[in-house]
């Protein structure tokens, strides 16, 4: 008899985590410290360090760890930096935790600023990344925006960015002539939008629906131009509704491009390579995403049929907006957080090192540093748009349209995706849909 493949996931989580419990408790050197001692005294002893990641194993922050891990290690012979790889975000979101209860982390592991990571930090079992910085005279060289995107509510931080990314809407614009239409001035220009391009036979926006965050962004748009980042902020915490006028505004709009058909037939079943497809070929006149994939969408890479109609704006506002056009999402990606128990003078020495050598390594492979201090290597082959969008990225203003993914907690979270996909395949109403979420804010904040 064989497993189910729920059964057999859960095998496998369930033996992962195990082995990264048993590796976890092998690592790490002293008794720990406290999260502002950021600079321990003793010997530099060489050994090996863990690091529990969720990123791409072939993406641009792994390889370029690697390299400078490789390079501290020539001088320091007996060290070695063990990457820990879980990039399916919900089974590392699991791992995590598991370590997290049981005092297993790692060195190194990966975190949003979550309320749970936020527990971690109280709990003083992180390394204050603020003191940390300030004692390495790093502070400075980092973009406030890639450091506001890692901060808990109440300003401190305690991850490090090694990211940096705008997300914007690409379009066409040989469609959008051809439907003799303008690129949205608001965000309530979207419905109308959709429809021109509707009329023309086009569809209007490629989404990847099968992932849910991305339309989970569409619900974070609203709210964001009509109350600032603090609704989001409030609603996690109790003290914001959905029922409040921004999440009513956010529920009705997004439910007018439902009805508008704003995005592709089965858009809930369409998967990210296939949404972006649609896009690239031409099928498709809007996709909203980051700049992580200027790689594939500024380059010739990008098919030539598409390739000099493709652009992109930026989000747009709405009347009496209280954000700045300028202001959006602007994500440093996930952060890495230090842990404070097995801290010592090589974590520390191997940080100074690696944070310093980073930014030059990482903007050489053509992306954006979450610091100042490093050129972004434009690639051959790159169009306009390329250094156009790295050249945007230094004009971004202070408020970020945070991922509500990151910061509602896992439960509601859930029931808001789910929740999203009903209200736009008009299946529920805005009614019901923000009665269905406040239930469920209200029940998961009594937890």
Sequence with gaps: MTMTNTKRKSAILAAAVAAT????????????????DVNPQGEIVPREISWLLSRPADGGVITAMKEIAADYATDHPGFSLNLITTPDRPSYIQKYETLAAANKLPELF????????????????????????????????????ALNYQRF???????????????????????????????????DDFPQMCKDLREEGITPIALDGQDQWPLERYMAYYPFRM????????LKNGKAKFSDPAGKAAAEWLYKLGESGCFQEGFSSTGYADAQALFTSGKAAVYNIGTWELGNLATEKLDAGVRDSVDYFTLPTIDG????????????????????????????????????????????????SPTTTAETTIPAGATKLYTRAVEQAATVGASIAMPWDTQLDPATNTRLQQELTLLVQGDITPEEFITTMDASLAENNDD
């Design 321 to 368: 907006a209280v954000t700045e056009d300028n202001e959006y999402v602007t994500p440093s990606g996930i952060g890495m957080a230090i842990n404070a128990k097995t801290y010592d003078p090589l974590v520390r020495d191997f940080l100074a090192f690696a944070l310093k050598e980073y930014p030059e390594v990482y903007a050489g492979t053509g992306a954006l």
């Design 153 to 187: 509510d109440d300003g401190s931080l305690y991850m490090v960015p090694f990211e940096f990314q705008l997300e914007t809407f690409w379009y066409n614009s040989e469609l959008f002539k051809n439907a003799g239409i303008e690129t949205p001035k608001t965000l």
């Design 227 to 234: 109350a600032g980042p603090e609704y989001i902020t409030n």
């Design 21 to 36: 419990l048993a590796l976890a408790s092998c690592s790490g050197g002293g008794s720990g410290t406290t999260p502002t």
């Design 110 to 145: 990966d975190t949003d600023a979550t309320p749970f990571a936020q527990k971690l930090a109280t709990q003083e079992r992180m390394i204050n990344v603020d003191t940390l910085l300030k004692d390495l005279d790093l502070e400075k060289d980092f973009r406030p925006a």
